[in-house]
Structure formats: structure tokens, C-alpha cells
Nanobody
């Protein structure tokens, strides 16, 4: 099982980023997928989750209305569209599913 995140980087407050997570080694369409994040000095927290077929999603309260999780089962990829970013969103973002974790991608929101 392998999960590889991409799309992180430095963005100004109010900006947007789209994270991607490419999955391999398991039957992607059968699993819920999640995005987590961990800010410096804080515990890892769930950001968003999507059901196996993509019909159901849930979000952490701080990101509701700003972040959107989606998936493409034909491409074995899950996405996290992040809009209206602020400094509180600065963290390493991790993709998770099928009992596995990606290596993480850094998102920094700063001027």
C-alpha cells in the first residue's frame, strides 16, 4: 500500500491550494479516504473524509465551507481543495486510507 501526496507549498493568506494523493497497492474504490494535518507542537487532526464512492463527506469545523475533499476512483486519487487559507492552516497534510499513511506535504500560509 502506498500513498503519495503532492501539491503543498507556500501561499499567501486568502489563497488556495489543491492537494493530491495518489494511491496504489490496494483496491482504492473500496476504502474511505481521509486528509489529516499536523501543525508544529500540535497533535495530528482529521481535516476531511470521503466515503468509498464519494457520496458522503465530512469536515473538521475549522475548515467547513473552505475545504473540499473529492476523489477520482478511476485515477486512484483523492484531492483536497483548500480555499481562503489562513495562518492556522499551516501544517503538514497527510493522506490516509486502507490503514496506510502518506509521507505528508507541507502547507505554509504566510506573507
Amino acid at each position: 500500500v502506498q500513498l503519495v501526496e503532492s501539491g503543498g507549498g507556500l501561499v499567501q493568506p486568502g489563497g488556495s491550494l489543491r492537494l493530491s494523493c495518489a494511491a496504489s497497492g490496494f483496491i482504492f474504490m473500496r476504502y474511505y479516504m481521509s486528509w489529516y494535518r499536523q501543525a508544529p507542537g500540535k497533535e495530528r487532526e482529521l481535516v476531511a473524509q470521503i466515503s468509498s464512492a464519494g457520496g458522503s463527506t465530512r469536515y473538521a469545523e475549522p475548515v467547513k465551507g473552505r475545504f473540499t475533499i473529492s476523489r477520482d476512483n478511476a485515477k486512484n486519487t483523492v484531492y483536497l481543495q483548500m480555499n481562503s487559507l489562513n495562518s492556522e492552516d499551516t501544517a503538514v497534510y497527510y493522506c490516509s486510507g486502507a490503514g496506510a499513511w502518506g509521507q505528508g506535504t507541507q502547507v505554509t500560509v504566510s506573507t
